[in-house]
């Protein structure tokens, strides 16, 4: 199946620093989705981008549609402790009505004391 | 509250003895899907469904069965489990594509086949 490249694979970083991570594909999304997974549990959506160009706010994080449609950026500014965990793009290949919602393997976030 | 419900948590089994895992949405979502997570390979799509009787395969469906006879329910089936379906596994549903698509995920089951 098809896989999405997300860079970096990890990240340490110190409380308070802007993070940024990126998710590229060989062909064209329709969506990119970006989901954190805290351990044990399961993914939560943070923000979904529907439109090539879009760029999408959640509090202190930030997503922008690539204007190729095959990238996606996630931004995360003045980061806290609970902001650690691992961070997936995702996103939907082709025209709407294709559900086969494919996931990068994901950012690992650490912060150090 | 608006939830993705799986059963069990955590299940350990032997090798060929036929298991279901439970799925539930509460949200009358019309896509569910079932995704397995191995280290160092993130989340992949087992199989998943648009809408009541209506399934298709994901990228690794060998080894499993689905159905959806009911909008809220969407089990997911091993008829043989083998080692190699050790995994951690999610359920998540969605609305149709458009402004609210995005997958609601359950909290996973943690399969282990010995």
């Known amino acids: 199946g098809q896989q999405l490249n997300q860079s970096p694979q990890s990240m340490f970083i110190q409380e308070g620093e802007d993070v940024s991570m990126n998710c590229t594909s060989s062909?064209?999304?329709?969506?990119w989705l970006w989901y954190k997974q805290d351990p044990g549990e399961g993914p939560v959506l943070l923000i979904a981008l529907y439109k090539a160009g879009e760029l999408t706010s959640n509090g202190r994080l930030t997503a922008q549609f690539g204007i190729t449609r095959k990238d996606s950026f996630l931004n995360i500014s003045a980061s806290i402790p609970s902001d650690v965990g691992i961070y997936f793009c995702?996103?939907?290949?082709?025209?709407?009505?294709?559900?086969?919602?494919?996931f990068g393997t994901g950012t690992r976030l650490t912060i150090i004391p | 509250e608006a939830q993705v419900t799986q059963n069990p948590r955590y299940l350990i089994t032997v090798t060929g003895k036929k298991l279901t895992v439970t799925c539930s949405q509460n949200m009358n979502h019309e896509y569910m899907s079932w995704y397995r997570q191995d280290p160092g390979l993130g989340l992949r799509q087992i199989y998943y469904s648009m809408n009541v009787e209506v399934t298709d395969k994901g990228d690794v469906p060998e080894g499993y069965k689905v159905s959806r006879k009911e909008k809220r329910n969407f089990p997911l089936i091993l008829e043989s489990p083998s080692p190699n379906q050790t995994s951690l596994y999610f359920c998540?549903?969605?609305?149709?594509?458009?402004?609210?698509?995005?997958?609601?995920f359950g909290s996973g089951t943690r399969l282990t086949v010995v």
């Open positions: 998540a549903s969605s609305r149709r594509q458009g402004a609210n698509y995005g997958y609601t």
């Open positions: 995702a996103g939907t290949p082709g025209n709407f009505g294709n559900e086969k919602l494919t």
């Open positions: 062909s064209i999304f329709n969506t």
